[in-house]
């Protein structure tokens, strides 16, 4: 039962990773995570970039499986992924932003490179994970914490770790 408005947030995040809908998170939405990512910027699966993607995928995968998959059935239902996600995290956001690391910094690869990548391609990344469009323009803008234009590792690093474990 989800009670405090802080669970009820965090709930609300599960439907991003539920990439095909059915109530559950597993590996193959990760994985269709993977395959929308290269197919938004046209990166082959097989090349250095989308391998590495689908490696990330899959490291995030087991660290969300292994923090929030209670009863190891390799399927995280709401109701462990806010569990997981409010109990096991919340003190250790770090944590989690580590476990999210090997996917986003391949994400970024494949929208833009190493140096960082615009906040238009940015917010492609986000609309292909769930985002509504405006939301993605303004939630990539506000990423760009330093205002060069670009969103480097570490501000959607650390965002991404603070939208899922920070109240506010």
């Known amino acids: 039962m989800v009670t405090s408005e ?19 998170i597993d590996r193959e939405d990760f994985m269709a995570a993977a395959k929308a990512l290269l197919a938004e910027f046209g990166t082959a699966a097989r090349s250095d970039k989308g391998q590495a993607l689908y490696v990330g995928a899959e490291a995030f995968w087991q660290g969300m499986a292994g923090i929030a998959d209670r009863d190891g059935d390799q399927r995280i239902t709401r109701e462990e992924f806010v569990n997981g996600a409010v109990k096991r995290l919340r003190d ?65 690093v650390s965002a991404f770790a603070r939208y899922f474990t920070v109240p506010e």
């Open 6 to 24: 802080y669970e009820r947030r965090i709930a609300a995040r599960f439907a991003g990773f539920d990439q095909d809908g059915n109530g559950n």
């Open 92 to 156: 250790n956001p770090d944590r989690f932003a580590e476990i999210a690391r090997p996917f986003l910094h391949a994400a970024l690869a494949v929208a833009g490179g190493d140096a960082g990548v615009g906040v238009d391609d940015t917010s492609r990344v986000l609309r292909v994970l769930g985002v509504d469009g405006d939301l993605a323009a303004q939630a990539a803008a506000q990423l760009d914490t330093d205002g060069d234009g670009r969103i480097d590792e570490e501000e959607i």
